[in-house]
């Protein structure tokens, strides 16, 4: 069974440039997460999505920052435009989103390395 | 709110010594607790993880963790320390209010030596 998938795996580009993640979640998973990790840190939460829905973005900066799932599987992050404290891995997590289920296990993709110079 | 704290950014033991990683968290509510792992330029791997039931847990390559409600602690350990063990070792909580996505600590760097 094929993995979280995310593309590019590195990216670097000029401080207020546009950028674009794309992400594809493991088969029928109906959550889908984007996840902010700076260097030396754990992931942090950017958005949570429950098939198109985004139920949980209080912590995605959206001056900048967008994201959509249009038709609940794979998502695309965007930074517009993109500052040099942006540079980071972008992780994008899926898990089966099973109701009332905190115990289920969320799959990480590789990420994506983003230097903004 | 919940948090995770991993004491010691670093750790480094021999190979085949005691490999033993700390975790505690503060939670109003018995959390979900997980164990992360990331090799270099890869994703997060599911160690294992503390839902409910025995506070013992065991999980791949060997670790284990323990629940410790008490002391709000799961600290990872592996009896017998591998090189290809060395990677960054995340501990993550959470709570199943409706939030899915998982607090983690700021992680451990775990090297072994030869």
């Known amino acids: 069974e094929a993995g979280v998938v995310q593309s590019p795996r590195y990216k670097i580009i000029e401080k207020k440039q546009p950028v674009a993640f794309w992400c594809n979640p493991i088969s029928g998973h109906n959550t889908l997460y984007w996840y902010l990790q700076n260097l030396g840190q754990g992931p942090e939460l950017l958005i949570r999505?429950?098939?198109?829905?985004?139920?949980?973005d209080s912590q995605l900066p959206k001056d900048r920052f967008s994201a959509e799932r249009l038709k609940g599987v794979d998502s695309t992050l965007k930074i517009q435009p993109a500052e040099l404290g942006d540079s980071a891995v972008y992780l994008c997590?899926?898990?089966?989103?099973?109701?009332?289920?905190?115990?289920?296990?969320?799959?990480f993709g590789p990420g994506t390395r983003l230097l903004v110079l | 709110a919940q948090s995770v704290t991993q004491l010691g950014s670093h750790v480094s033991v021999s190979e085949g010594a005691l490999v033993l990683l700390r975790c505690n968290y503060s939670s109003s509510v018995p959390p979900y607790l997980f164990w992360y792992v990331q090799y270099p330029n890869q994703g997060l791997q599911l160690l294992l993880k503390y839902t409910t039931g025995a506070t013992l847990v065991k999980g791949i390559n060997g670790f284990e963790a323990e629940f410790k409600k008490s002391e709000t602690s799961f600290h990872l350990t592996k009896p017998s320390a591998h090189m290809s063990d060395a990677a960054e070792y995340f501990c993550?909580?959470?709570?199943?209010?409706?939030?899915?996505?998982?607090?983690f600590g700021s992680g451990t760097r775990l090297q072994v030596q030869p």
């Open positions: 997590a899926s898990s089966l989103g099973l109701q009332g289920t905190g115990e289920e296990t969320q799959y």
């Open positions: 999505y429950e098939n198109e829905e985004a139920v949980d």
């Open positions: 993550a909580v959470r709570k199943d209010t409706g939030r899915r996505a998982l607090t």
